[in-house]
């Protein structure tokens, strides 16, 4: 059994996205936190995952909702990545959020956005995985922000492996 040190550590290897999910809930609330555990799922039909922490503050509202909607994050919205982080605070303070794809908050500078309907609730651990079944896309052309080694990173001018 590998520590947790030495798995945190391996992972840290892994550069992965840097997304703000965001919902509704019931009483018209707005829900969201930063997440770089987004990943594609499935083509036919099309699926994507993100995992969210049991314990966090916002797992009720996600895990309750009907649909949520994912913000792939520019290289300039690392301050949004930071507020959307933060615990015990209102996150959507900042204004960054408009009305987007199913009404839910959305960045109009995103990368990309991603709608879904929740489709699964799957058990992970500590997190849950949310599962979604993509309902309306939207492609920006902002270059997208890396997380990478626990630090906001740019995917290096997306400059191709030689050979
Ligand atoms: C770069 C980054 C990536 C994160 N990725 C995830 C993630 O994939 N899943 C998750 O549950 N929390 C993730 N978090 C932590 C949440 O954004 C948030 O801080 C956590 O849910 C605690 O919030 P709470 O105060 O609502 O309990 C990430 C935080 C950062 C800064």
């Known amino acids: 059994m590998t ?3 030495a ?3 391996a992972m840290a290897r892994v550069p992965g996205p840097v997304a703000v999910a965001t919902t509704i809930d019931a ?8 997440a770089s555990s987004f990943t594609s799922l499935s083509l036919e039909p099309p ?3 993100v995992c969210l922490g049991k314990a966090a503050s916002t797992h009720a509202a996600f895990t309750g ?3 949520f909607l994912i913000n792939v ?4 919205q690392e301050g949004v990545a930071r507020q959307f982080a933060r615990s015990g605070v209102d996150r959507f303070t900042g204004g960054d959020m408009v009305p987007c794809e199913l009404g839910l908050p959305g960045l109009p500078g995103a990368a990309a956005r991603v709608a879904c309907d929740l489709h699964t609730v799957a058990d992970g651990g500590d997190h849950s995985i949310l599962i979604g079944r993509v309902t309306a ?3 920006g052309a902002a270059e997208p922000l890396v997380y990478y080694e626990r630090t906001f990173t740019r995917p290096a001018a997306m400059m191709r492996v030689p050979g």
């Open 65 to 67: 909702t009907g649909a």
């Open 7 to 9: 798995f945190r550590a």
């Open 137 to 139: 896309t939207f492609t």
């Open 3 to 5: 520590s947790h040190d």
């Open 47 to 49: 699926l994507v995952m």
């Open 73 to 76: 994050l520019a290289v300039d």
């Open 27 to 34: 009483a018209g609330r707005r829900w969201g936190f930063t």
